[in-house]
């Protein structure tokens, strides 16, 4: 049995008494090996869709966000300035940390289900508040409200996504779903064409409506999601056997029905000592000092991600208005090849991390990323660029560097125990954009406010070395989780050898 933790203390019993009560509460089952040999299904397509919109609303929000810089300043209400446009930015960042850290904790400790319900709903009122926003402290209050919510998405939704998806396609599938980000992004994008058309509508109405966007996406999902079992990983690791039978013989009944007759499970049968929880200081412990060479592998691969793409997707219109002088209203014009090139992405490179291995294509598209990057910093800098060759930069750019950051959240959910699982994506979500995704975008307001090609042009390459910083951590550290057990990549805390 592995070495017992502060959370496996009960009450006091009789030293006799004491191996024979542990020994009951121990039970085996092979209930991952059951949900792993599953064939694909109507069920996954369920799970795909009813939790992947987290990615859609997210990029959803961030493209309006920098579809709208344009809008917010000539707006007659707020009349943001670039750098307070960064700001709110950051403020929505500094929600999603918030709302990462707290949900991620009771994902864990309260379930799967019951919190993605709980943020979709944070998210839904604090998206439509933003719409009424009246000042730039009331808008600042409700982007941070909506990326709360969105970064209590990102926790409870990669661990339910991880532990019910078959392993065989688990890295493809969790690199298109995060990759959806950009058909959140389209969406925002061409919504903003419209409603940002000064013919349609005045200035200080288009904006308000294009928030009612994600509102209105958001409450169709909040329905859907009812029908989304609970991870049955998550309730055999909390004593609740019964219950997760229930669910995994649902699963196969709903899948048989489709599908035919199902193969037998693989072997994988694991013995389980329930846990009722993790408390933080042990999360803390097992995430950082067990497990400490994959904490450094996670730590690097976020950090990179996360400052460069809130930095220069964030920036993203402001360049195009103040650099290129295109109109704040057809913004979203140029958003919209960028947004078809990152969905690309993880679409088309994404089989190739259950394939050739996580390992090297991650390394590969960090270092393509990163070296690209770098060459688009020289020609921007030497003024060789314009709106258009700027826009075709970035779709090359961002088609390797969605898959490199959609597979940083998939090797922080797959990489740590099931009983912290949520709590590792949040502390790595919350280290990586604290210092990657809340500076970015207020670093590149600022250097866009001094008008200076070479100022914006290091931060680029700040984000270059960063990325190809992240690639050299991979083929030293990387591990080789495909087509592995999530119980084989990181035995579950309660699991007994």
Not at 225 to 236: A, C, D, G
Not at 419 to 427: K, S, T
Request: net charge neutral; charged share 15%.
């Amino acid at each position: 049995m592995r070495k017992a933790d502060e959370n496996r203390k009960r009450a006091p019993a009789a030293p006799d008494d004491l191996a024979a009560a542990s020994a009951a509460m121990v039970f085996e089952t092979d209930i991952p090996a059951r949900l792993d040999r599953l064939p694909w299904s109507r069920f996954h397509w369920l799970i795909v869709v009813a939790l992947g919109v987290t990615w859609i609303l997210d990029g959803l929000e961030v493209t309006i966000a920098g579809a709208l810089t344009g809008a917010l300043q000539e707006s007659p209400t707020l009349r943001l300035t670039p750098a307070e446009v960064g700001l709110s930015a950051s403020a929505y960042l500094a929600g999603a940390v918030s709302g990462a850290a707290l949900f991620g904790w009771l994902t864990d400790r309260l379930g799967r289900k019951r919190l993605f319900s709980i943020t979709l709903g944070v998210y839904l009122f604090a998206t439509a508040a933003s719409a009424a926003a009246w000042d730039l402290w009331s808008f600042i209050l409700f982007r941070f409200l909506t990326g709360a919510g969105i970064g209590g998405e990102y926790t409870a939704i990669n661990s339910a996504i991880q532990e019910l998806i078959p392993a065989r396609r688990r890295g493809w599938i969790d690199l298109v779903i995060n990759g959806s980000f950009w058909v959140g992004a389209a969406m925002g994008a061409a919504g903003t064409i419209v409603l940002l058309d000064p013919m349609l509508f005045a200035p200080d109405i288009g904006w308000r409506l294009a928030f009612g966007i994600g509102a209105v996406l958001g409450l169709g999902i909040l329905l859907l999601r009812h029908w989304v079992p609970e991870s049955p990983r998550w309730l055999m690791t909390h004593g609740r056997l019964v219950e997760a039978e229930r669910v995994v013989t649902e699963i196969e009944a709903r899948v048989a029905a489709e599908r035919g007759s199902l193969p037998p499970p693989g072997p994988g049968r694991i013995r389980i000592y329930p846990r009722r929880g993790t408390a933080v200081k042990a999360a803390f412990h097992t995430v950082l000092v067990t497990y400490r060479r994959r904490a450094l592998l996670g730590f690097a691969l976020m950090v990179a991600q996360a400052f460069f793409y809130n930095a220069i997707f964030f920036s993203y219109g402001l360049i195009l208005i103040d650099h290129y002088a295109i109109p704040a209203d057809r913004i979203g014009l140029y958003l919209l090849p960028f947004a078809v090139g990152n969905f690309l992405g993880p679409l088309v490179l994404g089989q190739l991390f259950d394939s050739i291995g996580r390992k090297p294509m991650i390394a590969f598209t960090y270092a393509v990323s990163g070296v690209l990057l770098a060459v688009t910093a020289i020609l921007f800098d030497r003024g060789l660029l314009d709106e258009t060759t700027q826009t075709a930069c970035w779709v090359v750019i961002f088609f390797f560097a969605s898959a490199a950051a959609s597979s940083a959240y998939l090797t922080v959910s797959e990489s740590f125990p099931l009983e912290v699982r949520a709590f590792a994506i949040a502390l790595f979500y919350v280290l990586g954009t604290a210092i990657g995704g809340v500076g970015g975008p207020l670093l590149f307001g600022v250097l866009i406010e001094t008008g200076s090609s070479r100022n914006i042009a290091l931060g680029y390459l700040l984000g270059a070395v960063l990325m190809i910083g992240a690639a050299g951590v991979e083929m030293l550290i990387g591990i080789r989780a495909e087509r592995r057990p999530l119980e084989s990549v990181a035995a579950p805390l309660s699991s007994i050898e």
